[in-house]
């Protein structure tokens, strides 16, 4: 069992930045993939990131050259840098950890940008 706390969020004007974190319990952290998601009002949740047990990274179309994911083994830890951000990156920001079938979600933390 993996257990999920996000946190850095908050109100921020268009063009700046945020770090989310995501911290996690267990002592396998290392095994699991980590993926940050988002869902905006009255949209689906959409994947953003992802960086795997083995440091590969993934980054969504719409985020890429603005946001940066990274991990911590030893803090067990997985960050979500945010830079230039938009009104439309307005948002729950998700942390997820998946390892084979098995997979947990955080709480969300909001993100909002304002204009």
């Known amino acids: 069992q993996v257990q999920l706390a996000e946190s850095g969020g908050g109100l921020v004007q268009a063009g700046g930045s945020l770090r989310l974190s995501c911290a996690a319990s267990g002592r396998t952290f290392s095994n699991y993939n980590m993926q940050w998601l988002r869902q905006a009002p009255g949209k689906e949740r959409e994947f953003v990131a992802l960086?795997?047990?083995?440091?590969?990274?993934a980054i969504a179309d719409s985020v890429r050259g603005r946001f940066t994911i990274s991990r911590d083994n030893v803090r067990n830890t997985v960050s979500l840098q945010m830079n230039s951000l938009k009104p439309e990156d307005t948002a729950v920001y998700y942390c997820?950890?998946?390892?084979?079938?098995?997979?947990?979600w955080g709480q969300g933390t909001q993100v909002t940008v304002s204009s």
């Open positions: 997820r950890a998946s390892s084979g079938s098995n997979a947990y």
């Open positions: 960086i795997t047990r083995n440091n590969n990274t």
